[in-house]
């Protein structure tokens, strides 16, 4: 239903964003008193999720769409909702039972009265938040003949008393305004919700920034031109719509036991508040453009270290402050790290393999380095934050509790080049960037890494006690590392040819053992031959987790490091496709330490099968040049194609890869590189 066709109770649907503003909010309000709306709006949306399925479950059947409100939104442990204040506004609502005669506009003048001191979008949470414990009761009523477990105890928490008030018996007659009535509350619900994004965003950022944008009066909305406003002017307008209809819904509840129920005059608030929806959406993409570039600006103009953190995490924000704690949970101030060069550890929940990795490294650096973990968690739950307590308890380091601000998300995503993959972005004590991402070459070199600056990264891949970065000899140095205590050491000093081979398929490996000790054992008068499987070690250390991880890492640092691909590069490449396929079978062939030939399992076993064609090679160079040339043109037969993923978690690995077979460019689609050189000769 149209507003301008809708039956109007008095002239309040025809009043522009001035009028109600000179009407109910004759002068700017000074907002001195501070809630925490975003846990108040965690325990709303906790109950009225439930809350609506029930009504709709109920009087909707299978027949009725759910348009689910939120995800449960996790609430800061040290909250108390401000229950007088709550129970003051739900008795206001309470004694109003007339939709008609301006008894809504007289209720809703004697809660903005009494929410006086409140940012506007702080009285809409309190508003929504008194009626919802009403409402959660009167649904928990409806449930009665089912399970209500799930709404018995937010309602609970939000009225602070064990027994819940009776209610009156409902039935089909009710049906058509019950479900009206839900779906009104879930849409003020999603109103609301954009008025703290908005509120939020105008309080952190001082958002006083004007608007040309002209739009029509006869909208009756907002008039943008020679009259510009804020958005906290804004958000009064659209609080005094969240208001009074949240007084209407509760009204409407009161009166659904009486004989007759008048739904007309609801309907204009419905068609209002989905008509207003729209510029709030788009008042919130300004704000949010707005707010991204003053902390873009902000992050290229110098600063110390406390101001690009204070900026960045939002500590400074008085509303909703963001919590910093040191490894005794202690909440600390970030002149902590005023000296200090700062390891910004941004990363999801699942991340205590990088934790243990990270511990040793952090005692020994500690002194001048301080690591702060930002898990970067969309949305925040109950169950993320549990999820969130067990790693905050073990780390050593400082740890930030609900990072959310959009913007610096938005910076960290887009500057940064945050992927969900972790990331370690390091900051000096003049809050410049040192590294935009040194995790890999932590994982790499660890503590050797320090300072965790680009041209140490490069010193290291330069190093030749390093070699594991340079030259041809890199594989072998980087297989002594993952398996010192092996023959594998001996082996590559004594320059023999050595099988490295692995995979998931113990069959396979069985059986490619037994065809390459065969190769083996005939060509021992021509060339020396051995044969290493990466798997578990004798102490039952994973061998191939650690080979996986140390040929990303070495990847990573040659990207950071070069722009073309290299013969080393190349070949890690060409291994990370071997990971990737379905099987997971694949060989390495070594000569000493220099990786000569490497290729997909299933293929170079079938190339081994065949050895009885090509077995009179004559030395070394010969038995490479057969296994290469008759792997390959097996491979074209049998139609392989690489295909495997990469994590493009710090932004430098660039599109346009080559294929490693035919030299074409690869599809980057997802992160997942594949070319299907050999597929038209299947």
């Keep these: ?70 995800s449960e939104r996790a609430i800061a442990p040290d909250f108390n909702p401000p229950l007088c204040k ?20 007289g209720t809703t003048e004697s809660i903005l009265e009494k929410l006086e001191g409140y940012s506007g979008h702080a009285q809409a949470v309190l508003t929504l938040a008194a009626f919802t414990s009403d409402y959660g009761d009167f649904c928990r009523h409806l449930d009665q003949f089912h ?29 058509d305004a019950i479900l009206k009535l839900n779906k009104l509350i879930k849409e003020t619900f999603n109103f609301i919700d954009c008025i703290v994004m908005l509120g939020h965003l105008s309080v952190k950022h001082g958002d006083q920034e004007t608007r040309g944008k002209q739009k029509s009066s006869k909208d009756n909305i907002l008039c943008y031109g020679d009259e510009q406003k804020s958005s906290t002017d804004n958000i009064l307008y659209y609080d005094f719509w969240a208001i009074i209809t949240v007084v209407a819904c509760a009204t409407w509840m009161n009166c659904l036991d009486k004989d007759e129920i008048e739904t007309e005059e609801i309907s204009c608030f419905a068609d209002k508040i989905a008509d207003t929806l729209v510029e709030l959406k788009f008042e919130i993409q300004i704000a949010e453009a707005k707010a991204y570039r003053k902390l873009t600006k902000f992050l290229k103009e110098p ?37 200090k060069n700062v390891l910004l550890f941004f990363s999801g929940l699942e991340i ?56 610096s998300i938005k910076y960290v995503k887009e500057q940064w080049q945050f992927k969900n993959e972790p990331i370690i972005v390091v900051l000096n004590p003049q809050g410049r960037v040192e590294h935009h991402n040194a995790l890999h070459m932590i994982m790499t070199w660890g503590i050797r890494a320090i300072p965790f600056t680009r041209s140490k990264e ?28 092996s023959m594998l050491p001996t082996w590559i000093k004594d320059q023999k040819c050595i099988f490295i081979y692995g995979g998931n398929d113990e069959s396979w490996s069985k059986e490619f053992h037994e065809k390459a000790t065969k190769v083996k054992n005939e060509s021992s008068a021509r060339t020396s031959i051995e044969l290493f499987c990466v798997g578990k070690d004798g102490k039952g250390k994973d061998e191939l987790d650690n080979f996986w991880k140390l040929i990303t890492n070495f990847l990573f640092a040659k990207f950071h490091k070069d722009t073309e691909l290299d013969s080393g590069t190349k070949e890690c490449l060409k291994l990370l496709s071997y990971r ?8 390495v062939l070594c000569k000493g330490s220099k990786l000569v030939f490497s290729g997909f399992g299933t293929t170079v076993l079938k190339v081994l099968g065949q050895f009885d064609e090509w077995k009179q090679f004559r030395g070394d160079t010969e038995f490479v040049k057969h296994l290469v040339t008759r792997y390959e043109k097996k491979l074209r037969e049998d139609g392989i194609f690489r295909n495997f993923e990469i994590p493009k978690n710090d932004g430098l690995i660039t599109d346009g890869i080559k294929c490693l077979d035919c030299s074409k460019t690869m599809d980057t689609k997802c992160f997942r590189l594949k070319c299907c050189c050999h597929q038209n000769q299947r």
């Design 1 to 70: 239903m149209d507003v301008a066709t809708c039956k109007k109770p008095w002239s309040l649907f025809e009043m522009t964003a001035d009028d109600i503003k000179e009407k109910f909010f004759p002068s700017r309000p000074r907002t001195h008193k501070k809630v925490d709306v975003a846990s108040l709006f965690a325990m709303v949306t906790n109950i009225l999720n439930p809350a609506t399925i029930v009504a709709d479950n109920i009087f909707g059947g299978n027949n009725q769409p759910h348009m689910v409100i939120k």
């Design 86 to 105: 709550l129970k003051e506004l739900s008795c206001m609502m309470a004694c109003n039972e007339n939709l008609r005669k301006g008894a809504l506009i």
């Design 147 to 175: 399970s209500s477990d799930h709404l018995i105890k937010p309602v609970g928490i939000m009225k602070q008393i064990p027994v819940l008030r009776t209610q009156p018996k409902f039935d089909d007659k009710h049906k």
């Design 303 to 339: 600063h110390c270290i406390v101001e690009v953190l204070n900026k960045l995490i939002g500590v400074e924000d008085m509303e909703q402050p963001v919590k910093v704690f040191d490894s005794d949970t202690t909440l600390i101030n970030m002149e902590v790290v005023k000296t």
């Design 352 to 407: 205590s393999e990088y934790v243990s990795i990270l511990k040793p490294i952090y005692k020994e650096m500690k002194k001048e380095f301080k690591i702060m973990w930002i898990p970067i968690v969309e949305p925040w739950t109950n169950d993320t934050q549990k999820k969130f307590d067990i790693q905050r308890d073990d780390m050593p380091w400082y740890v930030v509790q609900q990072f959310s601000s959009i913007s």
């Design 458 to 485: 490069d010193e290291l891949t330069r190093s030749k006690e390093d070699n594991l970065h340079n030259g041809d000899d890199w594989f072998g140095s980087l297989m002594i590392e993952i398996c010192p205590d």
């Design 580 to 587: 990737n396929e379905i099987e997971k079978r694949w060989v």
